[in-house]
């Protein structure tokens, strides 16, 4: 246990739904990111929350869309996805503060299947 | 930040230690050197930290070369439960953290 929880752990969609994936953490940490790890593929940063505003998009496309309703609750909406968007979502969190070594935690993933 | 060189795999046997290399020839002052691991269908794992003294926690140690060049990580008693890819990365630990993982090595541990 890390204190990173995700929820659902699998997940399986049709292309024209509209499904949410869920990032809770309990370590009081202040900046949480979603990571994105296809088959055979090295992590990939999706977007950063930085005291819940968020700092970081890395070119993901709109039909991922993030949102951090306060410091500990992450969530990845998700709508009208592609089967090359199958992969293991990740959450991950950390304690931004100056002199801190800002180590992440990370949850368990979402395993996302699109059909 | 700076770029690292893992081996792609290796093979350990159960008991003994597993050493795991990692170059970072471009590494600057200020940078950090992390591990993380990820064992298989579950998200990485934080193992260790550090600038340029040896490091040890309940995990592993690290040892950086002097001239920060190089790192190894050490399991010194390696299990089963230690197979897993291990990711070596170089970076300031700057505000919030932007981590970039490699491919890593992937670590075999057998009875």
């Known amino acids: 246990e890390t204190g990173v929880t995700q929820t659902p752990r699998h997940l399986v969609m049709g292309m024209t739904n509209k499904k949410s994936l869920k990032c809770e953490q309990h370590?009081?940490?202040?900046?949480m990111y979603w990571y994105k790890q296809s088959a055979k593929k090295p992590l990939e940063l999706m977007f950063v929350?930085?005291?819940?505003?968020?700092?970081e998009n890395n070119s993901v496309p709109s039909r991922f869309s993030p949102e951090c309703p306060n410091s500990s609750h992450l969530f990845l909406h998700l709508h009208t996805l592609q089967p090359e968007d199958s992969a293991l979502y990740l959450c991950?969190?950390?304690?931004?503060?100056?002199?801190?070594?800002?180590?992440?935690?990370f949850g368990p993933g979402t395993r996302l299947t699109v059909l | 930040d700076a770029k690292t060189t893992q081996p792609t795999s290796m093979d350990c046997a159960e008991g003994r230690a597993a050493n795991l290399p990692c170059n970072h020839s471009t590494i600057s002052g200020n940078e950090y050197v992390y591990w993380y691991r990820q064992i298989h269908s579950q998200g990485p794992q934080y193992i260790i930290h550090g600038l340029k003294n040896n490091e040890t926690n309940e995990m592993a140690s690290l040892i950086i070369t002097e001239d920060r060049k190089s790192s190894t990580l050490i399991l010194p008693h390696a299990t089963l439960r230690d197979t897993a890819v291990y990711y070596c990365i170089v970076r300031v630990p700057r505000g919030f953290q932007k981590l970039v993982f490699g491919t890593g090595t992937r670590l075999l541990v057998s009875p």
């Open positions: 370590l009081g940490h202040n900046a």
């Open positions: 991950a969190s950390s304690h931004e503060a100056s002199g801190r070594y800002n180590e992440q935690f």
């Open positions: 929350y930085s005291l819940e505003e968020r700092v």
